[in-house]
C-alpha cells in the first residue's frame, strides 16, 4: 500500500477554516484518497474520500492536487467538536474487495476557543 | 439503525489468560474487520471477515484469532496474554468492504492485561 505523510499536529481558532495536508507521493492511479478521524475517546469516523475530482459533503471538502501526489482536507468552520486526529489513507481500487485500513499516524488538530 | 456495539467495554486480564471480544456490525452489514489501537504502534489492522470467511489478515501472531457467525456478529480471540496485549481493540462493518466502502466503527473494548 502506498504511504501518507502528515504533519504531526497542528492548531486552529474556532470558526475558522482549517486546512490539513496530506503528501502520497508513491499514490497509483487506482488509489483512493480517504479520510478519517478519531475524537477523543471514540472509534475513528469516516470523513470523505475522493479519486481525482474535488469532493464536498457535509462535513468537509477534498482538494486533491492536479497530480494527485498531495491533497487537502478542508473543515470550513472549525468548532471545539473538530479536535481529533486526523487520518489520510490511500485505499487500492483495483485490490479487490477489501475493508482493511492502513493508518499512519496522522494530525492532530487542536482548535482553540 | 444502531451502530456497531462492541462488548464488553473495558476488561482486565491477567497474563497467561485468554479472552473473547464480542462486535456486532450494523444491521445488513457483512464485512467486519478488527484493529488494535495502542499508544506507540497506533491503529493496526488484525485480520477481516465477510460472510463468515476470513478475507485478510494483518501481521500479528497465532494467538489472535477470529471467527464471524451467520448473523454477521464477530468475535476475535487473543490467547496466552501478554502484557502488550494491552490495547484499545476496535471492529469495524461495513456494507460489503469494498476499497472505496465506508467503515463504520465501535467504541472499542479496552483491555488492560496485568
Known amino acids: 500500500d502506498a504511504k501518507t505523510t502528515q504533519p504531526n499536529s497542528m492548531e486552529s481558532n474556532e470558526e475558522e477554516p482549517v486546512h490539513l495536508p496530506c503528501n502520497h507521493s508513491?499514490?497509483?492511479?487506482?488509489?483512493?484518497i480517504h479520510w478519517y478521524r478519531q475524537l477523543p475517546s471514540q472509534g475513528p469516523e469516516y470523513v470523505i474520500h475522493?479519486?481525482?475530482s474535488n469532493v464536498n459533503n457535509r462535513m468537509a471538502s477534498l482538494a486533491i492536487a492536479e497530480d494527485r501526489k498531495s491533497s487537502t482536507l478542508i473543515l470550513h468552520r472549525a468548532t471545539l467538536r473538530d479536535a481529533a486526529v486526523y487520518y489520510c489513507?490511500?485505499?487500492?481500487?483495483?485490490?479487490?474487495?477489501?475493508?482493511?485500513?492502513?493508518f499512519g499516524q496522522g494530525t492532530t488538530l487542536q482548535v482553540k476557543p | 439503525k444502531a451502530g456497531v456495539t462492541q462488548t464488553p467495554r473495558y476488561l482486565i486480564k491477567t497474563r497467561g489468560q485468554q479472552v473473547t471480544l464480542s462486535c456486532s456490525p450494523i444491521?445488513?452489514?457483512?464485512?467486519v474487520s478488527w484493529y488494535q489501537q495502542t499508544p506507540g504502534q497506533g491503529l493496526q489492522f488484525l485480520f477481516e471477515?465477510?460472510?463468515?470467511?476470513?478475507?485478510n489478515k494483518g501481521n500479528f501472531p497465532g494467538r489472535f484469532s477470529g471467527r464471524q457467525f451467520s448473523n454477521s456478529r464477530s468475535e476475535m480471540n487473543v490467547s496466552t496474554l501478554e502484557l502488550g496485549d494491552s490495547a484499545l481493540y476496535l471492529c469495524?462493518?461495513?456494507?460489503?468492504?469494498?476499497?472505496?466502502?465506508?467503515?463504520?466503527f465501535g467504541p472499542g473494548t479496552r483491555l488492560t492485561v496485568l
Open positions: 471477515y465477510f460472510s463468515e470467511t476470513q478475507r
Open positions: 469495524a462493518s461495513s456494507l460489503v468492504g469494498t476499497s472505496i466502502s465506508e467503515q463504520f
Open positions: 489513507i490511500l485505499r487500492d481500487g483495483k485490490s479487490g474487495n477489501t475493508g482493511k485500513l492502513i
Open positions: 475522493g479519486l481525482t
Open positions: 508513491t499514490i497509483s492511479g487506482t488509489d483512493y
Open positions: 444491521s445488513g452489514h457483512r464485512s
